[in-house]
């Protein structure tokens, strides 16, 4: 039998894994490349192998947190109707947010001082909000956003999504099932603001 490879996809999916989980449970300082080579029982020139580094392993948690963003809007069926579109938006930013905190931290919170997103990564997180952006100039030439520019309410939703999710991440919200009536409460609120506004 062959040996097995060290550095597959698994290893790597494993090690994203365990940095998020040192990261949520110990802080950006106790993320080591020796300390998750032993979480997940591979050589620290595994890493290397799939990362390139420390900033290549930081780097591809930044990615993967965008990507899943963008796979969670992505999956929001389109509606003609705005209002029902925009709360699945905001709800699915929502769901990403939630189902990987530590990568979300790592796309917005900058726990890692030595990490600077380069022009790759700027793209890739630009590229969630012109998803957005271009959702809402489809709503708008159908004339449903009459009156809204469709620039500014792409940033007004990342400003009200990203504010409750980093309330959420900090427990301001409370239990689950408070947060998500608050989320709901909330977008519907703004949904019948842009209503009046138009």
């Known amino acids: 039998m062959g040996r097995p490879r060290i550095h597959d996809e ?12 040192v990261l949520a449970e110990e802080g950006a300082g106790a993320v080591s490349l020796r300390r998750l080579a032993d979480e997940v029982g591979a050589s620290t020139q595994a890493i290397y192998t799939v990362f390139g580094s420390k900033h290549g392993l930081i780097q591809a948690m930044h990615r993967a947190g965008f990507e899943n963003l963008d796979t969670h809007l992505a999956d929001v069926a389109p509606d003609p109707d705005p209002t029902t579109h925009l709360r699945g938006l905001v709800l699915a930013y929502r769901a990403s947010a939630a189902s990987q905190p530590h990568l979300y931290e790592v796309m917005f919170g900058c726990p890692f001082p030595e990490f600077e997103p380069d022009e790759h990564d700027q793209r890739l997180a630009l590229g969630t909000l012109a998803r957005l952006r271009t959702i809402l100039d489809g709503h708008a030439r159908s004339g449903a956003l009459a009156g ?9 939703i990342w400003a009200l999504a990203h ?19 608050i989320w709901r409460s909330t977008v519907d609120t703004f949904l019948r603001g842009l209503a009046l506004a138009a």
């Not at 809204?148 to 007004?156: A, I, K, N, S």
């Not at 504010?163 to 408070?178: I, Q």
């Open 10 to 21: 698994r290893t790597r999916e494993a090690l994203l894994r365990a940095a998020g989980r």
């Open 148 to 156: 809204h520019d469709p620039e500014v309410l792409t940033l007004q």
């Open 163 to 181: 504010g409750l999710a980093s309330l959420e991440r900090s427990g301001a919200l409370g239990e689950p099932a408070e947060a998500e009536a």
